[in-house]
């Protein structure tokens, strides 16, 4: 079955970067863009970016960009997001998620990424 | 960027009501890219419903979309204890960026 499943949480101090890996599995990687879309505590669901593996080409939504860098590697089925000068308000639960015709229907557990000093 | 707004905020019902949530969007959405999914605490969203009115698989009856344009909805017939939930409307068809609504929370009265 469709399956992504996401690194573990991360603590990382202000002015840090990190990254958080998506490994796919039980489908054609390379035939669907992996999309990037965070969410605050509390708070609604927010679009970062994607990847379109087969090509490699990207695409960021304007808030995030010059600080976010989605990447992936074919052979291992996984894609990754890199956040960088992280501050106190990028503290939030990220998501990949697989876009088909169908919208995101198939998403990571999440992954929780702490900024704290 | 297309901004999608959904109204109510917080709706307050009891399991066998009908609830009917909105979405309305700043500029036109092609009804092929608007989908809605459902959010439990400690989850991530699930697809409920996408091309504006098809249910994703293993979606019950129950559930149910419409609209077109600027105008979305989506319905519940008939409430049961699970789907008391936030659920939010996403277009993406206008890439990028890819927008959600803010949501709208189903809490039990």
């Known amino acids: 079955q469709v399956q992504l499943v996401q690194s573990g949480a991360e603590v990382k101090k202000p002015g840090a970067s990190v990254k958080v890996s998506c490994k796919a599995s039980g489908y054609n990687f390379n035939g669907y863009p992996t999309h990037w879309v965070r969410q605050a505590p509390g708070q609604s669901l927010e679009y970062m970016g994607w990847i379109n593996a087969a090509s490699g080409n990207t695409g960021y939504s304007q808030k995030f960009q010059g600080r976010v860098t989605i990447t992936s590697d074919t052979s291992a089925s996984t894609a990754y997001m890199e956040l960088t000068s992280l501050i106190s308000e990028d503290t939030a639960v990220y998501y990949c998620a697989r876009l088909s015709f169908r919208g995101f229907d198939s998403w990571g557990q999440g992954t929780l990424v702490t900024v704290s000093s | 960027e297309i901004v999608l707004t959904q109204s109510p905020g917080t709706l307050s019902l009891s399991p066998g009501e009908r609830a009917t949530l909105s979405c309305r969007a700043s500029?036109?959405?092609?009804?092929?890219?608007l989908a809605w999914y459902q959010q439990k605490p400690g989850q991530p969203p699930r697809l409920l419903m996408y091309g504006a009115s098809t249910r994703a698989t293993g979606i019950p009856d129950r559930f149910s979309g419409s609209g077109s344009g600027t105008d979305f909805t989506l319905t519940i017939s008939r409430l049961e204890s699970e789907d008391f939930a936030v659920y939010y409307c996403?277009?993406?068809?206008?890439?990028?960026?890819?927008?959600f609504g803010q949501g709208t929370r189903l809490e039990i009265k």
């Open positions: 500029q036109s959405v092609s009804s092929s890219y």
């Open positions: 996403q277009q993406y068809g206008s890439s990028p960026p890819i927008t």
